[in-house]
């Protein structure tokens, strides 16, 4: 049997992976994609860590236990009487669960639809040879005119408390908790600590998040994460900051976490589990780099250039595993850019408009500079800011925390940045990277009809604020 070859392959289908696969066979070549992702019961799960055990999944349970927080706090509001709201964790899990596989299943069906061949297994490299890639794809071996790594990352461990998913608990195990823990230790209060501290916290565990830095979500803009603090304590979420955490050891009933607190006091938080979220590393096991030469940077990501070019020829990486921000929509964007450069088009990111999401509740999104980086940097800005409280469509959903708020360039009005903390701030968040995409000043935006009564009003309002003409504040 004559070796397989292809035009691109692409090993990792997770969001960047899947995504290049996809969009190379649009472009008309002949393309494959390699992943080793594996469902209970051994098939494949295609999607990464996004679909399996990030993006989705972790959605899945902030919806499930934002209904029931509802049900328990604010059902009664609207006249509704839910007496006895009890939550049946394993069926909550198995909802998400299936929410997972639909997904997974999605995607083998859109790659059989754009004629994607896949490979459910471990990709490596084998060797370069006269202009092609030998690539072990699972049981086999093929062939690759172009290769596109997308092989993502891992949760970073915390050196002396490795995950048992047991007691001490990754993003994996924080999404599969077969009981709603009585006490719910959180390390880090990144994006993916305090989503995860959110779902077991409105489900009735009492949560402690320990920080290491001294301020909270210092790359959010600060009055936004000032805001965010205030609600989180609110809602009964306990944040530490600037503690340094010391032995952490695990017994049958629990966890105990050593710490010494911002004013130099000892201190210890015994919890039944503990979710460590400091961050993700960068993923190459397996890739056999060594076989071609990749050069990987001092981090262990796979090195590239602003147009996503490994240090091999035709050998190109995306994702979580190479530079920038960690985040579904950024991978997706570099693999339909660079299956586009290998057409010889002009693929294009632009980090600038990224957007960022935290899904807790409220919700908080921002896209652009904040004000403290403005500063930084010496620009001159005006802002503008309107709060939910007096948009009619938030009194109405019963949901008037947060504001939104607008950054302009003091001279020429262009958008800078968009901050919003509040009700469906991530769908409210595209109007501003879209705007910015087209450099739309925030005369811009007041200038445009938006629907009411709606969200997206509170929008155009800081926008307006921005010209200190708000119409209903
Ligand atoms: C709990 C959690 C919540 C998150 N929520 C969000 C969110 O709301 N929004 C957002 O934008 N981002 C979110 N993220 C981040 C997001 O999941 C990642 O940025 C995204 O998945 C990165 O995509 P990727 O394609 O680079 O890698 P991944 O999704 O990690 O996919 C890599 C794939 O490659 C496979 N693979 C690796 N090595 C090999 C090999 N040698 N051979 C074959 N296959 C291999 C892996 O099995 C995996 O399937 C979240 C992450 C976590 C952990």
Known sequence: MST???????IGGGPGGYIAAIRAAQLGFNAACIDEWKNEKGGP??????????????KALLQSSEHFEHAKLHFADHGITADNVAIDVAKMIGRKNTVVKQNNDGILYLFKKNKVSFFHGRGSFVAAKDGLYEIKAGEEVILAKHVILATGSNARQLPGAPFDEVNILSNDGALNIADVPKKLGVIGSGVIGLEMGSVW????????VLEGLPTFLGAVDE???KEAAKLFKKQGLKIELGVKIGEVKSAKDGVTVAYTDAKGAAQTLAVDKLIISIGRVPNTIGLNPEAVGLKLDERGAIE??????????????VGDVVRGPMLAHKAEEEGVAVAERIAGQHGHVNFNTIPWVIYTSPEIAWVGRTEQQLKADGVEYKAGQFPFLANGRARALGDTNGFVKFLADAKTDEILGVHIIGPMASELISEAVVAMEFKASAEDIARICHAHPSLSEATKEAALAVDKRTLNF
Do not use: Y
């Not at 397989?4 to 692409?10: A, L, M």
């Not at 916290?201 to 402690?208: F, M, P, Q, S, Y």
């Open 201 to 208: 916290r409105r489900l009735g565990a009492e949560v402690t």
């Open 304 to 317: 590239v250039d602003g147009d996503c070019k490994t240090n091999l020829p035709n050998v190109w990486a």
């Open 45 to 58: 799960a295609p999607g990464g860590t996004c679909t399996n055990v990030g993006c989705i999944p972790s």
């Open 223 to 225: 009055s936004v994460a």
């Open 4 to 10: 397989k070859q292809f035009d691109v392959v692409v």
